[in-house]
Nanobody, 120 residues
Framework: QVQLVESGGGSVQAGGSLRLSCAASGSIRSINNMGWFRQAPGKQRELVAGITSGGSTNYVDSVKGRFTISRDNAVNTMYLQMNSLKPEDTAVYYC??????????????WGQGTQVTVSS
């Protein structure tokens, strides 16, 4: 069994910061690409930022310069540092990872989501 557990969400005022964490646990052999997605009410889920196993990153244009994605492969954890938050960043944030377990092929796993609310 593999689990992704997010933490770090909450409520902040515009201009504030939050740091999200996503910890993977279970019978993990390797973790390939990881990413943060978000879904606002009435909108489709979108990719916010992604990171490869080697550390290459990509961001949606709306968060470039404000958000930073990183990972610590030693503890199977990914982070999203969010600065200069805006009300339009309000959403449920989900982590996502391509994981190979000890007993199966590579597949995509999702966390349960963490709410981020930014007030103006």
């Amino acid at each position: 069994q593999v689990q992704l557990v997010e933490s770090g969400g909450g409520s902040v005022q515009a201009g504030g910061s939050l740091r999200l964490s996503c910890a993977a646990s279970g019978s993990i052999r390797s973790i390939n690409n990881m990413g943060w997605f978000r879904q606002a009410p009435g909108k489709q889920r979108e990719l916010v930022a992604g990171i490869t196993s080697g550390g290459s990153t990509n961001y949606v244009d709306s968060v470039k310069g404000r958000f930073t994605i990183s990972r610590d492969n030693a503890v199977n954890t990914m982070y999203l540092q969010m600065n200069s938050l805006k009300p339009e960043d309000t959403a449920v944030y989900y982590c996502n990872a391509m994981i190979q377990t000890d007993s199966g092929p590579v597949r995509v796993y999702w966390g349960q989501g963490t709410q981020v609310t930014v007030s103006s």
